[in-house]
Protein backbone atom coordinates (compact mmCIF):
# COMPACT_ATOMS: atom_id res chain seq x y z
CA UNK A 1 0.00 0.00 0.00
CA UNK A 2 1.36 3.09 -0.86
CA UNK A 3 2.53 5.71 1.72
CA UNK A 4 -0.39 8.39 1.20
CA UNK A 5 -2.95 5.79 0.81
CA UNK A 6 -1.98 4.29 4.43
CA UNK A 7 -1.56 7.47 5.89
CA UNK A 8 -5.64 7.84 4.79
CA UNK A 9 -7.24 5.22 6.39
CA UNK A 10 -4.96 6.43 9.31
CA UNK A 11 -7.36 9.67 9.07
CA UNK A 12 -10.61 7.57 8.87
CA UNK A 13 -10.20 5.57 11.90
CA UNK A 14 -9.08 8.62 13.52
CA UNK A 15 -12.30 9.89 12.62
CA UNK A 16 -14.16 6.75 13.75
CA UNK A 17 -12.53 6.99 17.28
CA UNK A 18 -13.70 11.11 17.30
CA UNK A 19 -16.80 10.24 16.50
CA UNK A 20 -17.08 7.68 19.34
CA UNK A 21 -15.71 9.91 22.06
CA UNK A 22 -18.01 12.81 21.53
CA UNK A 23 -20.66 10.54 22.42
CA UNK A 24 -21.82 11.91 26.27
CA UNK A 25 -21.92 8.21 28.01
CA UNK A 26 -25.55 7.35 28.92
CA UNK A 27 -26.61 5.99 32.17
CA UNK A 28 -30.31 4.78 32.38
CA UNK A 29 -31.26 6.91 29.42
CA UNK A 30 -29.37 9.88 31.02
CA UNK A 31 -26.45 11.68 29.24
CA UNK A 32 -23.69 12.55 31.81
CA UNK A 33 -22.70 16.26 31.59
CA UNK A 34 -21.08 16.26 34.27
CA UNK A 35 -17.58 18.13 35.24
CA UNK A 36 -15.77 15.07 35.52
CA UNK A 37 -17.35 13.40 32.38
CA UNK A 38 -16.71 16.76 30.05
CA UNK A 39 -12.87 16.74 31.51
CA UNK A 40 -12.49 13.11 30.33
CA UNK A 41 -13.87 13.84 26.75
CA UNK A 42 -11.92 17.38 26.85
CA UNK A 43 -8.67 15.19 27.63
CA UNK A 44 -9.61 12.37 25.11
CA UNK A 45 -10.04 15.88 22.33
CA UNK A 46 -6.74 16.70 22.69
CA UNK A 47 -4.84 13.01 22.32
CA UNK A 48 -6.76 13.22 19.14
CA UNK A 49 -5.84 16.38 17.79
CA UNK A 50 -2.34 15.86 18.24
CA UNK A 51 -2.69 12.46 16.46
CA UNK A 52 -4.48 14.60 13.95
CA UNK A 53 -1.45 17.22 13.72
CA UNK A 54 0.79 13.95 12.87
CA UNK A 55 -0.64 12.89 9.73
CA UNK A 56 1.75 13.90 7.01
CA UNK A 57 -1.03 15.18 4.24
CA UNK A 58 0.83 17.43 1.83
CA UNK A 59 1.04 14.72 -1.03
CA UNK A 60 -2.52 13.79 -0.91
CA UNK A 61 -4.89 14.67 -3.31
CA UNK A 62 -6.65 17.47 -2.94
CA UNK A 63 -9.99 15.95 -2.23
CA UNK A 64 -8.54 13.75 0.61
CA UNK A 65 -6.57 16.90 1.99
CA UNK A 66 -10.06 18.37 1.82
CA UNK A 67 -11.67 15.26 4.11
CA UNK A 68 -8.79 15.94 6.53
CA UNK A 69 -9.06 19.33 7.12
CA UNK A 70 -13.71 18.91 7.63
CA UNK A 71 -12.19 16.13 10.68
CA UNK A 72 -9.75 19.30 11.95
CA UNK A 73 -12.84 21.86 11.75
CA UNK A 74 -14.99 19.33 14.19
CA UNK A 75 -12.36 18.29 16.53
CA UNK A 76 -12.24 22.58 16.31
CA UNK A 77 -15.61 22.49 17.39
CA UNK A 78 -15.50 20.30 20.21
CA UNK A 79 -12.92 21.97 21.48
CA UNK A 80 -14.73 25.07 21.34
CA UNK A 81 -17.44 23.73 23.30
CA UNK A 82 -14.95 22.70 26.03
CA UNK A 83 -12.98 26.13 25.89
CA UNK A 84 -16.04 28.79 25.29
CA UNK A 85 -19.67 27.73 24.14
CA UNK A 86 -19.19 24.98 27.60
CA UNK A 87 -23.37 24.71 27.01
CA UNK A 88 -23.63 21.67 29.92
CA UNK A 89 -22.37 24.62 32.43
CA UNK A 90 -23.64 27.95 30.55
CA UNK A 91 -26.92 26.89 29.21
CA UNK A 92 -29.73 25.99 31.19
CA UNK A 93 -31.23 25.41 27.81
CA UNK A 94 -29.16 22.75 26.85
CA UNK A 95 -31.50 20.57 28.77
CA UNK A 96 -34.81 21.59 26.99
CA UNK A 97 -36.84 18.76 25.85
CA UNK A 98 -38.37 20.64 23.08
CA UNK A 99 -36.71 23.62 21.35
CA UNK A 100 -39.69 26.34 21.38
CA UNK A 101 -41.36 25.07 18.77
CA UNK A 102 -40.49 21.41 17.58
CA UNK A 103 -41.11 18.65 19.75
CA UNK A 104 -38.93 16.76 20.27
CA UNK A 105 -37.36 14.99 23.56
CA UNK A 106 -33.93 15.93 24.64
CA UNK A 107 -33.59 17.79 22.28
CA UNK A 108 -29.49 19.66 22.40
CA UNK A 109 -27.92 16.38 23.89
CA UNK A 110 -28.72 15.27 20.38
CA UNK A 111 -25.93 17.64 19.18
CA UNK A 112 -23.15 15.14 19.52
CA UNK A 113 -25.58 11.85 20.24
CA UNK A 114 -26.49 12.50 16.49
CA UNK A 115 -29.57 11.60 17.81
CA UNK A 116 -32.48 13.84 17.22
CA UNK A 117 -35.04 12.30 20.17
CA UNK A 118 -38.40 11.21 19.26
CA UNK A 119 -41.13 13.39 17.36
CA UNK A 120 -44.70 13.60 18.47
CA UNK A 121 -45.69 10.25 19.03
CA UNK A 122 -48.61 8.64 17.05
CA UNK A 123 -49.88 6.14 19.19
CA UNK A 124 -50.36 3.55 19.27
CA UNK A 125 -46.88 3.58 20.03
CA UNK A 126 -44.82 1.06 18.05
CA UNK A 127 -42.73 -1.46 20.52
CA UNK A 128 -39.62 0.21 19.95
CA UNK A 129 -41.25 3.70 20.89
CA UNK A 130 -42.65 2.51 23.53
CA UNK A 131 -39.21 1.27 24.37
CA UNK A 132 -37.10 4.64 23.90
CA UNK A 133 -40.48 6.82 25.26
CA UNK A 134 -40.13 5.13 28.57
CA UNK A 135 -36.43 5.48 28.61
CA UNK A 136 -36.48 8.76 28.03
CA UNK A 137 -39.06 9.90 30.33
CA UNK A 138 -37.74 8.46 32.95
CA UNK A 139 -34.10 10.11 32.65
CA UNK A 140 -35.89 13.50 32.63
CA UNK A 141 -36.26 14.31 36.54
CA UNK A 142 -32.58 12.95 36.86
CA UNK A 143 -31.72 14.65 34.02
CA UNK A 144 -32.51 18.04 36.09
CA UNK A 145 -30.92 17.27 38.80
CA UNK A 146 -27.96 16.66 36.84
CA UNK A 147 -28.40 20.19 35.30
CA UNK A 148 -28.78 21.91 38.39
CA UNK A 149 -25.43 20.46 39.89
CA UNK A 150 -23.45 21.45 36.15
CA UNK A 151 -25.02 24.90 35.85
CA UNK A 152 -22.23 26.53 37.75
CA UNK A 153 -21.72 29.49 34.86
CA UNK A 154 -25.07 29.50 34.05
CA UNK A 155 -25.96 33.07 31.78
CA UNK A 156 -29.04 35.01 33.14
CA UNK A 157 -30.17 35.15 29.06
CA UNK A 158 -29.76 31.76 28.12
CA UNK A 159 -32.01 30.85 31.59
CA UNK A 160 -34.41 33.52 30.26
CA UNK A 161 -35.21 31.48 27.15
CA UNK A 162 -34.98 28.43 28.85
CA UNK A 163 -37.30 29.42 31.00
CA UNK A 164 -39.67 30.27 28.18
CA UNK A 165 -39.09 27.01 26.40
CA UNK A 166 -39.90 25.09 29.45
CA UNK A 167 -43.46 25.96 29.54
CA UNK A 168 -43.61 24.41 26.08
CA UNK A 169 -41.76 21.49 27.47
CA UNK A 170 -44.57 21.11 29.93
CA UNK A 171 -47.39 21.67 26.85
CA UNK A 172 -45.71 18.97 25.48
CA UNK A 173 -45.51 16.37 28.14
CA UNK A 174 -49.03 17.43 28.94
CA UNK A 175 -50.09 16.52 25.13
CA UNK A 176 -48.49 13.25 26.13
CA UNK A 177 -50.86 12.39 28.85
CA UNK A 178 -53.96 13.20 26.79
CA UNK A 179 -51.84 10.93 23.86
CA UNK A 180 -51.12 8.13 26.03
CA UNK A 181 -54.56 8.00 28.07
CA UNK A 182 -56.09 5.67 26.16
CA UNK A 183 -53.31 3.09 24.70
CA UNK A 184 -50.43 3.36 26.96
CA UNK A 185 -51.57 4.34 30.50
CA UNK A 186 -48.67 2.42 32.18
CA UNK A 187 -46.43 5.57 31.14
CA UNK A 188 -48.89 7.84 32.67
CA UNK A 189 -47.17 7.92 35.95
CA UNK A 190 -43.83 8.30 34.47
CA UNK A 191 -45.24 10.85 32.28
CA UNK A 192 -46.47 12.80 35.53
CA UNK A 193 -43.44 12.42 37.17
CA UNK A 194 -41.58 14.10 34.33
CA UNK A 195 -44.28 17.25 34.16
CA UNK A 196 -43.26 17.76 38.34
CA UNK A 197 -39.76 17.62 37.54
CA UNK A 198 -39.52 20.19 34.62
CA UNK A 199 -41.82 22.02 36.67
CA UNK A 200 -39.59 22.26 38.87
CA UNK A 201 -36.29 23.31 37.05
CA UNK A 202 -38.65 25.53 35.45
CA UNK A 203 -38.76 27.45 39.16
CA UNK A 204 -35.30 26.40 39.99
CA UNK A 205 -34.08 28.68 37.17
CA UNK A 206 -36.72 31.24 37.83
CA UNK A 207 -35.29 31.78 41.57
CA UNK A 208 -31.61 31.58 40.52
CA UNK A 209 -31.81 33.64 37.11
CA UNK A 210 -30.94 37.18 39.58
CA UNK A 211 -27.97 35.27 40.93
CA UNK A 212 -26.90 34.33 37.44
CA UNK A 213 -23.84 36.43 36.09
CA UNK A 214 -22.24 35.99 32.21
CA UNK A 215 -22.66 37.37 29.19
CA UNK A 216 -25.10 35.90 26.56
CA UNK A 217 -22.66 36.65 23.61
CA UNK A 218 -18.95 35.13 23.09
CA UNK A 219 -17.50 38.03 22.30
CA UNK A 220 -15.92 39.06 18.68
CA UNK A 221 -12.54 37.34 18.93
CA UNK A 222 -14.15 33.68 20.08
CA UNK A 223 -16.19 34.65 17.05
CA UNK A 224 -13.70 35.14 14.90
CA UNK A 225 -12.02 31.99 15.90
CA UNK A 226 -15.12 29.63 15.76
CA UNK A 227 -15.60 30.83 12.06
CA UNK A 228 -11.91 30.23 11.20
CA UNK A 229 -11.40 27.16 12.72
CA UNK A 230 -14.67 25.25 12.51
CA UNK A 231 -16.57 27.35 9.59
CA UNK A 232 -13.60 27.44 7.54
CA UNK A 233 -14.90 31.09 6.71
CA UNK A 234 -12.19 33.59 5.52
CA UNK A 235 -13.91 36.55 7.26
CA UNK A 236 -14.24 38.39 10.40
CA UNK A 237 -16.96 39.79 12.45
CA UNK A 238 -17.09 43.84 11.17
CA UNK A 239 -16.73 42.36 7.42
CA UNK A 240 -19.41 39.94 8.19
CA UNK A 241 -21.21 43.23 9.44
CA UNK A 242 -20.16 45.25 6.80
CA UNK A 243 -21.59 42.42 4.28
CA UNK A 244 -24.85 41.68 6.38
CA UNK A 245 -25.69 45.44 6.69
CA UNK A 246 -25.74 46.39 3.19
CA UNK A 247 -27.64 42.78 2.16
CA UNK A 248 -29.86 43.85 4.46
CA UNK A 249 -30.16 47.75 3.24
CA UNK A 250 -30.02 45.99 -0.94
CA UNK A 251 -33.28 43.48 0.70
CA UNK A 252 -35.30 46.33 1.80
CA UNK A 253 -34.53 48.72 -1.33
CA UNK A 254 -35.40 45.73 -4.06
CA UNK A 255 -38.72 45.26 -1.87
CA UNK A 256 -39.55 49.25 -2.09
CA UNK A 257 -38.90 48.71 -6.01
CA UNK A 258 -41.08 45.22 -6.25
CA UNK A 259 -44.01 47.53 -4.05
CA UNK A 260 -43.48 50.07 -6.28
CA UNK A 261 -43.78 47.66 -9.45
CA UNK A 262 -46.58 45.92 -8.35
CA UNK A 263 -48.79 48.98 -7.14
CA UNK A 264 -52.21 48.67 -8.84
CA UNK A 265 -51.97 44.58 -8.77
CA UNK A 266 -54.51 42.18 -7.59
CA UNK A 267 -53.38 42.07 -3.42
CA UNK A 268 -52.07 39.33 -2.04
CA UNK A 269 -55.00 36.03 -1.60
CA UNK A 270 -54.33 34.86 1.89
CA UNK A 271 -55.35 30.91 2.39
CA UNK A 272 -58.47 31.02 3.96
CA UNK A 273 -58.17 27.75 5.55
CA UNK A 274 -55.58 24.36 5.93
CA UNK A 275 -57.02 22.67 2.50
CA UNK A 276 -55.97 25.42 0.75
CA UNK A 277 -52.88 26.02 2.44
CA UNK A 278 -51.72 22.19 1.79
CA UNK A 279 -52.74 22.88 -1.70
CA UNK A 280 -50.85 25.42 -2.71
CA UNK A 281 -47.44 24.05 -1.11
CA UNK A 282 -48.39 21.15 -3.22
CA UNK A 283 -48.61 22.94 -6.42
CA UNK A 284 -45.62 24.90 -5.35
CA UNK A 285 -43.39 21.80 -5.31
CA UNK A 286 -44.59 20.85 -8.47
CA UNK A 287 -43.96 23.79 -9.98
CA UNK A 288 -40.62 24.18 -8.53
CA UNK A 289 -39.61 20.67 -9.98
CA UNK A 290 -40.71 21.08 -12.83
CA UNK A 291 -38.82 24.57 -13.53
CA UNK A 292 -35.13 22.91 -12.62
CA UNK A 293 -35.81 20.00 -14.66
CA UNK A 294 -37.05 22.96 -17.50
CA UNK A 295 -34.59 25.60 -16.85
CA UNK A 296 -31.92 22.82 -16.63
CA UNK A 297 -31.12 24.32 -13.15
CA UNK A 298 -29.71 20.97 -11.79
CA UNK A 299 -29.96 17.26 -12.22
CA UNK A 300 -32.18 15.43 -9.74
CA UNK A 301 -32.79 11.64 -9.51
CA UNK A 302 -35.89 10.91 -11.40
CA UNK A 303 -37.42 8.55 -8.77
CA UNK A 304 -36.97 11.82 -6.12
CA UNK A 305 -40.54 11.79 -5.32
CA UNK A 306 -41.48 15.70 -4.78
CA UNK A 307 -41.10 16.79 -1.51
CA UNK A 308 -43.39 14.85 1.06
CA UNK A 309 -45.91 16.87 2.64
CA UNK A 310 -44.71 16.17 6.55
CA UNK A 311 -42.02 18.29 5.19
CA UNK A 312 -44.00 21.54 3.64
CA UNK A 313 -42.82 24.52 5.88
CA UNK A 314 -45.90 25.63 6.99
CA UNK A 315 -46.80 22.44 8.69
CA UNK A 316 -44.58 23.01 11.20
CA UNK A 317 -44.98 23.28 14.73
CA UNK A 318 -45.03 27.07 13.44
CA UNK A 319 -48.59 26.39 12.19
CA UNK A 320 -51.54 29.18 12.86
CA UNK A 321 -54.04 25.89 12.26
CA UNK A 322 -51.80 24.08 14.86
CA UNK A 323 -52.28 27.44 17.42
CA UNK A 324 -55.61 28.82 15.79
CA UNK A 325 -54.77 32.11 18.07
CA UNK A 326 -51.25 32.67 16.34
CA UNK A 327 -50.09 34.18 13.00
CA UNK A 328 -46.57 34.48 13.00
CA UNK A 329 -43.61 35.53 10.35
CA UNK A 330 -44.15 32.19 8.72
CA UNK A 331 -47.57 31.74 8.19
CA UNK A 332 -47.69 35.48 7.27
CA UNK A 333 -44.90 34.90 4.52
CA UNK A 334 -46.34 31.28 3.28
CA UNK A 335 -49.95 32.29 3.57
CA UNK A 336 -49.34 34.50 0.67
CA UNK A 337 -46.94 32.67 -1.50
CA UNK A 338 -45.08 29.33 -0.48
CA UNK A 339 -42.76 28.87 -3.28
CA UNK A 340 -39.95 30.98 -1.54
CA UNK A 341 -39.82 28.87 1.34
CA UNK A 342 -40.59 25.71 -0.24
CA UNK A 343 -37.54 26.21 -2.28
CA UNK A 344 -35.60 26.87 0.84
CA UNK A 345 -36.78 23.44 2.30
CA UNK A 346 -36.27 21.68 -1.28
CA UNK A 347 -32.94 22.72 -1.16
CA UNK A 348 -31.69 22.73 2.55
CA UNK A 349 -34.14 20.52 4.53
CA UNK A 350 -35.33 17.97 2.38
CA UNK A 351 -34.84 14.92 4.59
CA UNK A 352 -34.91 11.13 3.50
CA UNK A 353 -34.00 9.50 6.25
CA UNK A 354 -31.88 9.96 9.41
CA UNK A 355 -31.12 13.44 8.12
CA UNK A 356 -29.84 13.26 5.29
CA UNK A 357 -30.89 15.45 2.14
CA UNK A 358 -31.82 14.29 -0.58
CA UNK A 359 -28.98 14.72 -2.70
CA UNK A 360 -26.87 13.21 0.02
CA UNK A 361 -28.67 9.98 0.35
CA UNK A 362 -26.39 8.05 -2.07
CA UNK A 363 -23.03 9.66 -0.63
CA UNK A 364 -21.51 6.82 1.57
CA UNK A 365 -17.73 8.48 1.59
CA UNK A 366 -16.44 7.30 5.26
CA UNK A 367 -16.18 11.03 5.65
CA UNK A 368 -18.06 13.21 3.61
CA UNK A 369 -21.44 11.33 3.82
CA UNK A 370 -21.29 12.03 7.67
CA UNK A 371 -24.24 14.30 8.72
CA UNK A 372 -21.38 17.30 9.97
CA UNK A 373 -21.61 18.10 13.26
CA UNK A 374 -20.96 21.28 15.28
CA UNK A 375 -23.50 23.30 12.55
CA UNK A 376 -20.86 22.53 9.92
CA UNK A 377 -23.87 20.74 7.76
CA UNK A 378 -26.72 23.90 8.27
CA UNK A 379 -24.08 26.55 7.81
CA UNK A 380 -23.50 25.21 4.56
CA UNK A 381 -27.20 24.24 3.87
CA UNK A 382 -28.37 26.56 4.94
CA UNK A 383 -26.22 29.25 2.93
CA UNK A 384 -27.12 27.12 -0.27
CA UNK A 385 -31.39 27.13 0.75
CA UNK A 386 -31.10 31.08 1.29
CA UNK A 387 -28.97 31.36 -2.21
CA UNK A 388 -31.91 29.68 -4.26
CA UNK A 389 -34.61 31.95 -3.33
CA UNK A 390 -33.44 34.63 -5.35
CA UNK A 391 -31.21 32.40 -7.40
CA UNK A 392 -34.66 30.67 -9.09
CA UNK A 393 -36.69 34.05 -9.18
CA UNK A 394 -33.97 35.67 -11.36
CA UNK A 395 -34.59 32.67 -13.04
CA UNK A 396 -37.74 33.28 -13.98
CA UNK A 397 -39.86 31.24 -10.86
CA UNK A 398 -42.34 33.80 -10.02
CA UNK A 399 -42.63 35.71 -14.05
CA UNK A 400 -46.02 34.83 -13.82
CA UNK A 401 -46.53 36.35 -10.24
CA UNK A 402 -44.74 39.57 -10.02
CA UNK A 403 -46.10 40.25 -6.39
CA UNK A 404 -44.48 37.05 -4.93
CA UNK A 405 -41.05 38.64 -5.65
CA UNK A 406 -41.38 40.85 -2.70
CA UNK A 407 -41.86 37.85 -0.47
CA UNK A 408 -38.91 36.93 -1.07
CA UNK A 409 -37.14 40.31 -0.70
CA UNK A 410 -39.10 40.08 2.95
CA UNK A 411 -37.68 36.50 3.54
CA UNK A 412 -34.35 38.20 3.19
CA UNK A 413 -34.64 41.07 5.33
CA UNK A 414 -35.86 38.47 8.06
CA UNK A 415 -32.64 36.84 7.44
CA UNK A 416 -30.39 39.89 7.75
CA UNK A 417 -31.36 41.52 10.49
CA UNK A 418 -31.39 38.70 12.16
CA UNK A 419 -28.04 38.15 11.63
CA UNK A 420 -27.18 41.39 12.37
CA UNK A 421 -28.46 40.84 16.10
CA UNK A 422 -26.66 37.53 16.19
CA UNK A 423 -23.58 39.86 15.33
CA UNK A 424 -24.68 42.26 18.23
CA UNK A 425 -25.26 39.63 20.82
CA UNK A 426 -22.25 37.87 19.99
CA UNK A 427 -20.21 41.15 20.75
CA UNK A 428 -21.80 42.16 23.50
CA UNK A 429 -23.60 45.23 21.99
CA UNK A 430 -26.86 43.96 22.53
CA UNK A 431 -28.45 41.96 25.55
CA UNK A 432 -31.17 39.36 24.63
CA UNK A 433 -33.74 42.05 24.64
CA UNK A 434 -32.01 43.87 22.43
CA UNK A 435 -31.56 41.55 20.16
CA UNK A 436 -34.85 40.24 19.89
CA UNK A 437 -36.13 43.84 19.95
CA UNK A 438 -33.83 44.76 16.84
CA UNK A 439 -34.82 41.84 14.73
CA UNK A 440 -38.48 42.27 15.48
CA UNK A 441 -38.40 45.96 14.50
CA UNK A 442 -36.14 45.35 11.32
CA UNK A 443 -38.81 42.77 10.03
CA UNK A 444 -41.10 44.18 7.27
CA UNK A 445 -44.75 45.07 7.50
CA UNK A 446 -44.55 43.69 11.20
CA UNK A 447 -44.65 40.25 10.35
CA UNK A 448 -42.45 38.87 13.18
CA UNK A 449 -43.56 40.27 16.85
CA UNK A 450 -41.20 40.18 19.80
CA UNK A 451 -43.18 37.50 21.22
CA UNK A 452 -43.22 35.34 17.88
CA UNK A 453 -41.98 31.87 18.44
CA UNK A 454 -39.65 32.08 15.22
CA UNK A 455 -38.46 35.34 16.60
CA UNK A 456 -37.70 33.63 19.79
CA UNK A 457 -36.38 30.04 18.00
CA UNK A 458 -34.05 31.75 16.00
CA UNK A 459 -32.18 33.90 18.17
CA UNK A 460 -31.82 30.91 21.18
CA UNK A 461 -30.30 28.81 18.06
CA UNK A 462 -27.77 31.48 17.27
CA UNK A 463 -26.92 31.97 20.59
CA UNK A 464 -26.50 28.06 20.61
CA UNK A 465 -24.61 28.21 17.37
CA UNK A 466 -22.73 31.42 17.03
CA UNK A 467 -23.03 32.58 13.44
CA UNK A 468 -26.25 30.08 12.46
CA UNK A 469 -27.83 33.31 11.03
CA UNK A 470 -24.59 35.13 9.41
CA UNK A 471 -23.77 31.93 7.67
CA UNK A 472 -26.75 32.16 5.89
CA UNK A 473 -25.77 35.25 3.83
CA UNK A 474 -21.86 35.24 4.22
CA UNK A 475 -22.14 31.31 2.76
CA UNK A 476 -24.57 32.70 0.02
CA UNK A 477 -21.96 35.48 -0.94
CA UNK A 478 -18.91 32.48 -0.90
CA UNK A 479 -21.67 30.82 -3.13
CA UNK A 480 -21.33 33.74 -5.42
CA UNK A 481 -17.82 33.92 -5.70
CA UNK A 482 -17.61 30.49 -6.75
CA UNK A 483 -20.38 30.73 -9.38
CA UNK A 484 -18.11 33.84 -11.11
CA UNK A 485 -14.69 31.82 -10.71
CA UNK A 486 -15.88 28.58 -12.24
CA UNK A 487 -17.85 30.71 -14.91
CA UNK A 488 -14.38 31.75 -15.98
CA UNK A 489 -12.35 28.83 -15.29
CA UNK A 490 -15.33 27.14 -17.49
CA UNK A 491 -15.87 30.07 -20.05
CA UNK A 492 -18.41 28.42 -22.42
CA UNK A 493 -18.69 24.71 -20.45
CA UNK A 494 -19.50 26.48 -17.54
CA UNK A 495 -23.46 25.87 -17.05
CA UNK A 496 -26.00 26.13 -13.98
CA UNK A 497 -26.95 23.17 -13.84
CA UNK A 498 -23.18 21.57 -14.13
CA UNK A 499 -21.96 24.22 -11.46
CA UNK A 500 -25.37 23.13 -9.05
CA UNK A 501 -24.12 19.78 -9.72
CA UNK A 502 -20.31 19.68 -8.73
CA UNK A 503 -21.54 21.97 -5.88
CA UNK A 504 -23.75 19.60 -4.37
CA UNK A 505 -21.07 16.13 -5.54
CA UNK A 506 -18.84 17.52 -3.24
CA UNK A 507 -21.04 16.42 0.07
CA UNK A 508 -22.00 18.68 2.69
CA UNK A 509 -18.53 20.31 3.70
CA UNK A 510 -17.54 24.15 4.51
CA UNK A 511 -17.64 25.93 1.06
CA UNK A 512 -14.06 27.40 1.19
CA UNK A 513 -13.31 23.58 1.26
CA UNK A 514 -15.62 22.89 -1.88
CA UNK A 515 -14.12 25.99 -3.76
CA UNK A 516 -10.76 24.48 -3.20
CA UNK A 517 -12.03 21.28 -4.37
CA UNK A 518 -13.31 22.52 -7.61
CA UNK A 519 -11.03 25.42 -8.57
CA UNK A 520 -8.08 24.36 -7.10
CA UNK A 521 -7.42 27.53 -5.82
CA UNK A 522 -5.37 27.44 -2.55
CA UNK A 523 -5.85 31.24 -1.07
CA UNK A 524 -8.48 31.18 1.50
CA UNK A 525 -7.16 27.76 2.57
CA UNK A 526 -3.93 29.52 3.56
CA UNK A 527 -4.84 31.78 6.30
CA UNK A 528 -7.74 28.97 7.38
ZN1 LIG B 1 -33.37 26.63 6.42
Redesign the pocket.
Known sequence: MKKSLAEYHTLIDLFEEFRELIKPKVINGVPDFTAVAMERQHSGLRLLQNRLGTIEISNWDISKQVDYHVVRAEMNGVEFDHSVLKQWSRDPGFYNLSDGIYPRLLVHHSRSLSDWGLYEPSVPLSTKDQKDFKVKLKAIPELFNQAKFNLIDAVPDLAEIAIRVKEKDIQLLESFMKDFSVHHSELLPIVEEAIAATKDFRDWLIEKKDTMIGKVGIGKDNYNWWMKNVHLIPYRWDEFYTMIHSEYNRAISFLKIEENKNKGKPEFQITANEDENISRQHDAVLKLMKFLNDEEIINFPDKLEPLPKNQYPRVWGSSAYKRADHIGFFEQTNDREPMTNIA??FF??YYVGNRKIWYQKDDDRHIRGKIRLYDIH?AR??AL??GIEEWLMQAGLFDDRPRSREITYVWQAFRNARALSDLKMHSNEFSLENGINFFSDNVPNAWAGKNDDAVWWDIEETLRAPGHSTN?IVGKNMIHQLMAERSKQLGSDFSIRKFFDEFMNGGIIPISLSRWELTGYKDQMQSL
Open positions: HVGHESEAFY
